[in-house]
């Protein structure tokens, strides 16, 4: 079946240091992708998408590209911020019959200032 | 525009009780999804209705159920409950339509169950 891995937690960075979370998915065609953030103590917010390969998807300084080559869906950030302390979801989700998301197991970045 | 809506957002229960939560989506979205959020599981699908039919199910056991009603409004119930049910249920509303287009999905704050 469908699965999504993500590299280990947590990551700890200091203010304005590159941020790369990776994640690779396995399916059995193109699922679109989606990189999803939780704060402490509330549900999740969608952070970016692609929906087809060679997509890139961008959102408040974070950017992420479909490669269909490696399976992958790396999140990154060229300078993080102390705010985007957080838990991050990767996750697929098919368009069309069963839509749910299947979600990776997170990442917690943790930003030093 | 209101935001995903769940209620109660903590509930304490004792083993063997049954429990139900509430959902109230997006104004417009019909299509309410369930998922388990647990330290060990991470985050689980536990089913989809749409127009007040149950539409996909994960693989849990009968003791959760849902249903939906025709304001779009769903709950979900649990069973017979068991220490391994404490989570974060989260609730996610979507503008599904029939075709293929992409529908996103929005998540409520969820509601921390707790099983003693």
């Known amino acids: 079946g469908d699965s999504v891995t993500q590299m280990e937690g947590p990551v700890t960075l200091s203010e304005e240091a590159f941020l790369t979370i990776n994640c690779t998915y396995t399916a059995t065609g193109y699922p679109s992708l989606f990189w999803y953030v939780q704060y402490p103590g509330e549900g999740l917010q969608l952070l970016l998408k692609a929906t087809k390969a060679d997509d890139k998807g961008s959102n408040k300084g974070f950017e992420a590209t479909y490669r269909k080559e490696t399976t992958s869906f790396h999140l990154e950030k060229g300078s993080v911020q102390v705010s985007d302390s957080a838990v991050y979801f990767c996750a697929l989700r098919w368009d069309t019959g069963r839509r749910a998301l299947t979600f990776g197991s997170g990442t917690r970045l943790q930003v030093q200032p | 525009k209101a935001g995903v809506t769940q209620t109660p957002r903590y509930l304490i229960k004792t083993r063997g009780q049954q429990v139900t939560l509430s959902c109230s989506p997006i104004s417009g979205h019909r299509s309410v999804s369930w998922y388990q959020q647990t330290p060990g599981q991470g985050l689980q699908f536990l089913f989809e209705?749409?127009?007040?039919?149950?539409?996909n199910k994960g693989n849990f056991p009968g003791r959760f159920s849902g249903r939906q009603f025709s304001n779009s409004r769903s709950e979900m119930n649990v069973s017979t409950l068991e220490l391994g049910d404490s989570a974060l249920y989260l609730c996610?509303?979507?503008?599904?339509?029939?075709?293929?287009?992409?529908?996103?999905?929005?998540f409520g704050p969820g509601t921390r169950l707790t099983v003693l």
């Open positions: 209705y749409f127009s007040e039919t149950q539409r």
């Open positions: 996610a509303s979507s503008f599904r339509t029939s075709g293929s287009s992409y529908n996103e999905q929005f």
